[in-house]
C-alpha cells in the first residue's frame, strides 16, 4: 500500500512539475496524432525550414515556427535544369514537434539570383487540402557536414512556407 501511495505522488510531483513547466504534450510524450485538429489553426501557418540534398533525390533539414521544432524530410519527384531557372516538383514531409504533414510542391528555382518560389498544397495532416505558399535561398556553402556537394562545396537551402487556413489563394 505503501509503494502504491509513493507512486502516486511521485506521479502527481512530474506532471505539477510538467504543468508549471508548460512543456508541450509532443515533448512530454511524443509527437501526437494531428489529423483532425484543422480547426485549431486559425489564419496563418507559418514554417521555417533549412534543407539540403543528402543524396539526390531525398532531402533532409529540420523545421520550426507554428509546427513546433523538429525534421524535414523530402523526395525530388522531378527536377527540369537549366543554367537559369530549376522547375522542381517535390514532396515536403514536415515532422515539427507539435504539428506535421506533407505537401506536394512545385518550386521555380531562379539559379542566377540563388532564390526559389514554392507553390502546392498539403496532402495529409491537419492542414490537408490548403494551399502552401514560400521562398527559400540558397546557401552556399552552408556548413552542413552531410548536404550533397555542389560547384563550389556544400548546398543548403533556407526558406519559410505559409499556410493561410480556409483562403483561396
Request: proline letters at 3%.
Amino acid at each position: 500500500m505503501k509503494t502504491i501511495r509513493n507512486r502516486t505522488l511521485f506521479a502527481s510531483f512530474v506532471i505539477a512539475i510538467l504543468l508549471l513547466l508548460n512543456i508541450s504534450p509532443a515533448l512530454a510524450g511524443g509527437q501526437r496524432d494531428t489529423s483532425g485538429d484543422k480547426g485549431r489553426f486559425r489564419g496563418r501557418v507559418e514554417v521555417i525550414f533549412t534543407k539540403w540534398i543528402t543524396n539526390f533525390p531525398n532531402m533532409a533539414g529540420l523545421v520550426s515556427g507554428d509546427v513546433g521544432g523538429g525534421t524535414f524530410a523530402g523526395e525530388i519527384l522531378n527536377d527540369d535544369h537549366t543554367p537559369a531557372v530549376d522547375k522542381i516538383e517535390a514532396l515536403y514531409h514536415i515532422n515539427g514537434g507539435a504539428y506535421h504533414f506533407t505537401a506536394h510542391n512545385f518550386i521555380t528555382q531562379n539559379n542566377l539570383k540563388g532564390t526559389a518560389v514554392i507553390n502546392g498544397v498539403v496532402l495529409d495532416g491537419p492542414l490537408r487540402g490548403e494551399r502552401v505558399h514560400g521562398e527559400y535561398q540558397v546557401i552556399n556553402p552552408c556548413g552542413v557536414i552531410n548536404a550533397q556537394n555542389g560547384s563550389a562545396g556544400d548546398v543548403c537551402f533556407q526558406g519559410t512556407l505559409i499556410i493561410r487556413v480556409g483562403s483561396e489563394d
